[in-house]
């Protein structure tokens, strides 16, 4: 057996473990500090909204002969203001302004084709009105809003309603931090932005929900017993799922990173990028908010219940009485069992039972009863 595979055996049963539910409150600084920083940029730069949410007109044309500042010359004598030029390849400009009328962008087309060398069919013009993006925002609001109830509701039915809170805390947190990073490079915000958002909504939800039945397994009937909190049974969960969760992601993050350091960095590859940028932070995030955000939140709520209180008491009762010394990861996981299927009813993990002892038997050669020759029988 490999020695990763030998490693995840024994995160697995609970012979190495990690304290995450045990450390809330540096997970808690780091998310705080990153969201404080997206926040930030959105406050302080905004979102770089692309022509499909605020309107204006797009030319793409064939570059052979012209350069990005003579395009930008044109479009400024046309009466254009504001311009975003973007080179795509080797081979393309892309030219973005406000709305123009039909005459501004009839000697736009013209005069690129003058510039650039090309012919004027050559040159793609894209119009779009502001109540076009408009729309598109509010049908995605829309799209969002019944995709969380509806996600609440199956959390609520399936897990229970602490559950879903936390699972939703977290999917804030994602969210936040990929429109706020999203702000601060400035990458413009594009339908690829808004699918790639959603996408990540979908990832993060799976990867919490994954942990959150493995919770679930390991806290079956927790308070029949008093070995354990909690807390550490949900701890056992994450330790369990650790290395699943992060061998996920790296298998989703490799192609996505593929796509924004090497199609869009090396090969210009311009139009993926706001779709691939949204997805690699999403997909990072998302596995942090899961491990380390919703879990340690879930704790928080459950240690509050009158019950888990009382079972908290009882623990320590009993580690301070008997089992000095001992570790409670190490304890979580026997109280869990080996098989995973949770905790038995009564006093944790059965113990066994002493064998009852045979009869002794002498060892060697049976003595049988020596019988009389008849000869000398009366």
Known sequence: ?????????????????????????????????????????????????????????????????????????????????????????????????????????????????????????????????????????????????????????????????????????ALLHDVVITVGIYALIGFEVTPATVIGVLTILGYSLYDTVVVFDKVKENTRNLQGQSRMTYSEAANLALNQTLVRSINTSIVALLPVAAILFVGVGLLGAGTLKDLALALFIGLIAGTYSSLFVATPLLCQLKERQPQMKALHQRVMARRATGNRGSDPMATAAAAVGAAGVGLAAGEGAATEQPRKERPHRQAGPRNQPKRTPRSKRP
């Open 1 to 169: 057996m490999s020695r990763a595979g030998n490693f995840t055996n024994r995160l697995y049963r609970g012979e190495v473990s990690y304290n995450i539910v045990g450390k809330t409150r540096l997970w808690y600084t780091i998310s705080a500090v990153i969201l404080l920083l997206a926040i930030g940029g959105l406050a302080v730069r905004g979102l770089n909204l692309g022509i499909e949410f605020r309107g204006g007109a797009e030319f793409v044309t064939p570059a052979a002969t012209c350069t990005s500042e003579q395009v930008r010359a044109v479009a400024s004598d046309v009466g254009a203001e504001n311009v975003i030029v973007q080179v795509l390849g080797e081979d393309r400009i892309r030219i973005q302004t406000e709305a123009l009328s039909a005459n501004q962008s009839g000697d736009m087309v013209t005069g690129l084709a003058s510039t650039c060398g090309t012919n004027p069919n050559d040159i793609k013009v894209q119009l779009v009105g502001p109540t076009w993006g408009g729309e598109i925002t509010k049908k995605a609001l829309t799209g969002l809003i019944v995709f969380l109830i509806a996600v609440v509701i199956f959390l609520s039915l399936y897990f229970e309603w602490r559950m879903a809170v936390a699972a939703m805390v």
